[in-house]
Nanobody
């Protein structure tokens, strides 16, 4: 079992920054990949970023590449998503999820455990 808890969401103006955290407990954290996904009202859940088990490889959706940075601290069992130059279209509920294969796929179906989500709202 893996438990994931997101934090750090909030309301920010366009061009601003937020850092999301995903705190994990349960199974050995440094053996699985973690992904961030988001879901806006009326839209499908979409992949944002992922990081492999050792932090050596990261993946980003084209829409956030160059603005968002994913990182992990295995000693603290935490994954971060630094979001800069935020746009109104980044508004969504952001979820972190655990991929027990350690790879960090972009498909939500590859993730076995999910957090409850944190709301990010970017005003124009």
């Amino acid at each position: 079992q893996v438990q994931l808890v997101e934090s750090g969401g909030g309301l920010v103006q366009a061009g601003g920054s937020l850092r999301l955290s995903c705190a994990a407990s349960g199974r050995t954290f440094n053996r699985y990949a973690v992904g961030w996904f988001r879901q806006a009202p009326g839209k499908e859940r979409e992949f944002v970023a992922a990081i492999r088990w050792n932090g050596g490889t990261t993946y980003y959706a084209n829409s956030v590449k160059g603005r968002f940075t994913i990182s992990r601290d295995n000693a603290e069992n935490t994954v971060y998503l630094q979001m800069n130059s935020l746009k109104p279209e980044d508004t969504a509920v952001y979820y972190c999820a655990a991929d027990l294969s350690g790879i960090g796929y972009s498909a939500a179906s590859e993730y076995s455990y999910w957090g409850q989500g944190t709301q990010v709202t970017v005003s124009s």
